[in-house]
């Protein structure tokens, strides 16, 4: 694997102190992202003088703060979105479903076309109710994500690639991760808001971890080869879907 060297600093900026990670890579140029979850990467190469750096953040400081005030808006609306409530709109798999809390003697989930029925012995309970939705929710990922996996596997079984464990987990600032030694992809729980295809590409991209382990070219040929889609898929996910 490349190896690169990564540290945490905090840049001056006519708006304030800007922290950012700073990697230094064999690039062409300073590059930067404002992630998500609102923190800021820099990679540059390792030639290029911190106070040149901390210059071009300086340049983009405007530019910075819009983003981070975009994805922390983006953030508090999907946390709405995602409230349990009557009549609340849950997204699953790229479609919205409305909750529907209702009084039964026998507790159940149940989705009827746009509707998520929760069936509880006292409807006010919605504290029951968000459990037994959240325990659907969960055996619904595991059926999906493990389906993906296994539609995807067979290009990597030929590789010498074993089938491996699936772990799902609420992340905040990824869609999944490869542990390649110890046989074990983890996805995030809210890819089940997303479509099929959508997953897929998180899927094919966790599996090209176990043969490269990193971001290398050999990577991403190896991804275009599995799942061609991946760039729009990729796009459409980072959308509809708020970490």
Sequence with gaps: MRQVSSSVRTAKTPIGGIEYTLERKKVKN???????????????????????????????????????E?????????????????????????SPLELCIVQSAAESVTLEGDRLIISLRDSSDLS???????????????EVFTDLMREIYPFFKAMGVPFPQLKI??????????HYTKGMIVLNRYLIEAPRHCIAHVVAHEFCHFIYPN????????LDRVCPQWRSAKTELEKLVVL
Excluded at 74 to 83: K, L, Q, W
Excluded at 169 to 178: E, H, L, T
């Design 30 to 68: 300073i590059n930067l992202r404002v992630r998500r979850d609102g923190t800021v990467y820099v990679s540059a190469p390792a030639r290029v003088p911190v106070r040149e750096i901390e210059s071009f953040i300086v340049s983009k400081c405007s530019y910075i703060k819009q983003a981070q």
């Design 70 to 94: 975009h994805f922390r808006s983006r953030t508090e609306s999907a946390a709405e979105e995602r409230r349990f409530a009557q009549g609340a709109s849950v997204m699953y798999l790229g």
């Design 128 to 142: 029951r109710g968000e459990r037994l939705y959240a325990k659907w929710l969960d055996g619904r990922c595991r």
């Design 169 to 178: 987990r609420v992340m905040k600032a990824r869609w999944g991760s490869c």
């Design 215 to 222: 971001h290398s070219r050999d990577f991403y040929s190896l």
